[in-house]
């Protein structure tokens, strides 16, 4: 990025600028401003990292969005290193939709401060096969519930598909975060519990957790 001098002929490159200056330049900056900035050059995306403490994080995604995938990824690379709240709230029976949160929760899987996990799709069912949650979203999850240093809050929003593996989560959370977990949500709604296996879920294991508060396990009932 550059900038002439009206008058003057000499033109001053701000890629060059010292890294001092560029984290003064960003301490004045809202984050969306910092953002912005730090899309220019490798330099000014430095100074991003190096800023302080970042803000939670909510991810908006919408069916007819596919302008707004790569830039999506891009804010996802930049956050995933420093991110301690996050929140995506996506539509589920887009294919899109499901694969670009599949890349949010594997920019985010291996961030050790990470606190709190939201999922809200627009629907308890999920427009994937089993074999793509299984690889490209509980996988995720499970790789954030390990790395994370004291996750305390998780919520997977009432997916049906999500819910099926909550045996593979609970056991998780149990073996890393017993004493740091606040608030679990592994629940899912349906219209007809008759027809609905639910999965060998060992409820005993609630009371492992030390200072959980809020919990919320099985189905609710469609209306």
């Not at 887009?94 to 890349?103: G, M």
């Not at 240093?149 to 609970?170: K, M, P, T, W, Y």
């Amino acid at each position: 990025m550059a900038i002439e001098d009206s008058n003057s002929n000499d033109t001053s490159n701000w890629n060059n600028l010292p890294s001092l200056i560029l984290n003064e330049i960003f301490s004045y900056l809202e984050y969306k401003e910092k953002l912005q900035a730090s899309s220019s050059c490798k330099q000014w995306r430095i100074a991003f990292h190096h800023t302080n403490q970042l803000p939670d994080v909510h991810f908006h995604i919408r069916k007819h969005d596919e302008d707004k995938v790569v830039k999506s990824n891009y804010i996802a690379q930049c956050i995933a290193p420093k991110v301690k709240h996050l929140t995506v709230s996506f539509d589920s029976i887009s294919a899109l939709c499901l694969q670009l949160l599949a890349n949010i929760l594997e920019e985010v899987s291996f961030n050790a401060k990470v606190k709190r996990v939201v999922l809200n799709p627009s629907h308890c069912s999920f427009q994937k096969d089993g074999a793509f949650i299984q690889r490209f979203i509980v996988k995720r999850l499970l790789d954030i519930i390990e790395n994370s240093d004291a996750l305390e809050i998780i919520s997977l929003g009432c997916s049906e598909q999500l819910f099926q593996s909550s045996v593979q989560l609970l056991d998780s959370l149990v073996k890393h975060h017993r004493n740091s977990l606040k608030c679990l949500m592994l629940s899912t709604l349906r219209d007809d519990p008759d027809h609905y296996e639910l999965p060998n879920l060992d409820v005993s294991l609630i009371g492992s957790f030390v200072n959980l508060q809020v919990t919320f396990l099985g189905f609710i009932w469609g209306f």
